[in-house]
Nanobody, 115 residues
Framework: QVQLVESGGGLVEPGGSLRLSCRTS????????MGWYRQAPGKQRELVAA???????NYADAVKGRFTISRDNAKNTMYLQMNSLNSEDTAVYYC?????????WGQGTQVTVSS
């Protein structure tokens, strides 16, 4: 079973920044498309950003220019740097690892943007 260990959520004021981390095994990290999803109360889970094993990235329109996804292959860790946060970014953020038809999820980390 694939383990995805997330960290970095919390409470931040509007306009602030947070960085999320997701660590997994070297075997999975080297072959999987890694991504961050989020789910706000009463809403469907949505893709925030994803990064391929080769470093190609894509972002949801709502976070372009504010969020940056990256990966550190030496640490088998993916990051999501979130800047200029606003209340609409409040959600549980989930790490995802996807390879062909298989995918795994982290346990989720809460991000709350509030003054």
């Amino acid at each position: 079973q694939v383990q995805l260990v997330e960290s970095g959520g919390g409470l931040v004021e509007p306009g602030g920044s947070l960085r999320l981390s997701c660590r997994t095994s070297a075997r999975i990290f080297s072959i999987a498309v890694m991504g961050w999803y989020r789910q706000a109360p009463g809403k469907q889970r949505e893709l925030v950003a994803a990064i391929s094993p080769y470093g190609s990235t894509n972002y949801a329109d709502a976070v372009k220019g504010r969020f940056t996804i990256s990966r550190d292959n030496a640490k088998n860790t993916m990051y999501l740097q979130m800047n200029s946060l606003n209340s609409e970014d409040t959600a549980v953020y989930y790490c995802n690892a996807r390879r062909d038809s298989s995918q795994s999820w982290g346990q989720g980390t809460q991000v709350t943007v509030s003054s």
